[in-house]
């Protein structure tokens, strides 16, 4: 498999904390994988770094090929990665249809528009009002985001992340927060665009059921460093893995 | 997300300027005066809330671009006594000079932001008072005509008195007033917003924030200079006072008073802010404590502002038409 994404030598410091420590790893296209690793193992520092949130110290980040370790964020978005985010990231004040139509209208280069009224991008509210039927909140689209339910604001999350039309999208804790039926609709939607929009979907997530049942492949990180990778069967069974993650489960 | 007006709110408008037009027929001097001033502000103020209400971006330093356009205009309707040059330049100048610091300003926010844009406010005021070659000291510029409106060779029309020049304000504030509405209802006023909830999330959908941010800062010093260059020809003066980070807070009072959210909320706020202070003043010589009192109480009972009470009531109400 070709890499999507690679990184080589990645390394950030906060202070006196190592947060990311030499990392060198491949994302392939087309491989839906997880990231696990303890608390401060250096899981969203990589997403950080990847997508262009810190800046690393030293590395280098490689996507389709070229090197975007400087790149702008909304260059590197315009490339074709996107993301979302740990802690809920949406735009509250604004509907859930305009909250939608802001990547729609960006991917199409007519975000800075100043001279017409919005509901003359008819080709953009109409892609955004199917997005928003694909992830189930149609009949939200007049209300404030930030009166949807917690829920219904991580769906809007994904599609938000997903309207960029990204070829690798990385979801931190896309699950967190959720009960039972909200996970199963958010897991049921990422394998879906995984197959229709052919998203590569890289996740960052704590919940073992949710890795274990989504994954074809995982990565796990401790200390700022990749300790082992592998098919979920491996991982399940890498004895160090056990030891340092897995087994505090137990 | 529709930037229409109700059938109820156009009627409305189509009446208040309707009236506002034929306000020298019916009214005297100095409601006509009164009239130039709130809507000088009125644009101002809607120019500071493209960046406070709109983007997020809180700046104490708009009354530098104020006087940049009224600076500008002074000077070149002293040299040239063409009452569009004037503004146009005075325009051009505050546009121009809120490019600049905006390329400094806008890579920072909150506070930071907010402390940069006071500092280059008052820099913009020493320079009115320090540079008197040019600005006159703090004598300032005086004896600027109300030049008449022409273009060579295409027309010429006079504007020396009071009740003509108020046409211009008005013909020149509605333009700006109908150009911003169109703008926040744009694609370009969507991203904006999307800037003010979340730079982040904003960032990470593909939009360049930084940039929107300098669009966002240059228009808003273009419209404190169309509102700058409005002045001088009015007063026939100006001095450096109008630079000061005082002058600053005019906008940030009216808008907080007439409300962030509501598009008419700095132009209702304007209205406010010299109705009150008018009143006030005519009562006591310590019309600032009183005004103060009041500012206090309309800003604490209606925390969205005033337009807040229509917002809501607008939000309430079942829509007549749906959005395309």
Not at chain 2, 99 to 124: E, P, Q
Not at chain 2, 153 to 161: H, I, R
């Amino acid at each position: 498999m070709t890499d999507l994404l690679a990184t080589q030598g990645l390394s950030k410091r906060f202070g006196d904390f190592v947060a990311m420590n030499g990392v060198t790893l491949g994302l392939p296209a087309g491989r839906l994988t997880a990231i696990i690793g303890p608390n401060g193992a250096g899981k969203t520092t990589f997403i950080n770094l990847a997508t262009g949130a810190h800046l690393p110290d030293t590395g280098t980040v490689f996507f389709k090929g070229e090197a975007i370790t400087r790149l702008a964020v909304h260059r590197r978005i315009r490339k074709g990665l996107s993301r979302s985010f740990q802690i809920m990231n949406i735009f509250a004040q604004l509907s859930v249809l305009e909250n939608m139509l802001v990547p729609v209208l960006a991917r199409h280069g007519r975000a800075g528009i100043p001279s017409h009224r919005i509901e003359r991008e008819s080709a953009a509210i109409a892609e955004a009002r199917a997005l928003l039927r694909e992830i189930g909140l149609s009949g939200e689209e007049r209300l404030r985001a930030g009166a949807l339910s917690h829920g219904d604001q991580r769906l809007l999350e994904l599609g938000i992340a997903v309207a960029p039309a990204p070829e690798l999208c990385f979801l931190d804790e896309p699950s967190s927060g959720l009960t039972p039926v909200e996970r199963a609709r958010v897991l049921d939607l990422i394998r879906r665009f995984s197959a229709e929009r052919r998203t590569t979907f890289v996740i960052v997530e704590h919940d073992m059921d949710v890795v274990f049942s989504l994954a074809q492949w995982i990565v796990v990180m401790n200390r700022g460093q990749v300790l082992a990778e592998g098919p979920p069967a491996e991982i399940r069974e890498n004895r160090a893995v056990r030891e340092v993650y897995l087994g505090e489960l137990a | 997300m529709t930037g229409r007006l109700s059938r109820r709110a156009a009627t409305l408008v189509a009446l208040l300027v309707v009236a506002l037009f034929l306000l020298p027929w019916v009214a005297g001097h100095y409601p006509v005066y009164l009239a130039m001033q709130i809507l000088i502000l009125a644009v101002f103020s809607l120019g500071f809330n493209l960046l406070f209400g709109y983007t997020g971006l809180l700046s104490f330093g708009q009354a530098g671009f104020f006087a940049v356009g009224a600076y500008g205009c002074a000077k070149i309707l002293l040299a040239v006594p063409n009452l569009l040059l004037g503004i146009l330049g005075g325009v051009a100048a505050a546009g121009v000079a809120a490019l600049l610091l905006g390329i400094l300003s806008v890579r920072h926010t909150r506070i930071y932001f907010s402390m940069l844009t006071l500092a280059f406010g008052m820099m913009i005021f020493s320079i009115a008072w320090k540079w008197r070659d040019y600005t006159g000291g703090d004598d300032g510029l005086v004896g600027v005509p109300r030049a008449p409106l022409e273009i060579p060779g295409v027309f010429t029309v006079s504007v020396a008195a009071l009740d003509r020049y108020y046409y211009v304000v008005l013909v020149l504030s509605l333009v700006a007033i109908y150009v911003m509405h169109r703008l926040v209802h744009s694609p370009l006023g969507l991203t904006l917003q999307a800037i003010r909830d979340s730079e982040v999330r904003a960032e990470f959908a593909g939009v360049p924030v930084r940039k929107y941010r300098l669009a966002a800062f240059t228009i808003a010093g273009l419209y404190a200079g169309l509102a700058g260059a409005l002045l001088p020809p009015l007063e026939n003066t100006v001095t450096p006072p109008i630079a000061h980070w005082s002058t600053s807070a005019e906008p940030v009072l009216a808008t907080l008073m007439g409300g962030i959210h509501a598009f008419s909320g700095p132009i209702v706020g304007a209205f406010l802010f010299l109705v009150i202070k008018d009143v006030i003043f005519r009562f006591t010589e310590y019309w600032l404590i009183w005004f103060g009192v009041i500012v206090v109480a309309l800003v604490l009972g209606f925390p969205g502002g005033v337009m807040s009470i229509f917002e809501k009531r607008a939000r309430a109400a079942p829509r007549d038409e749906e959005p395309a």
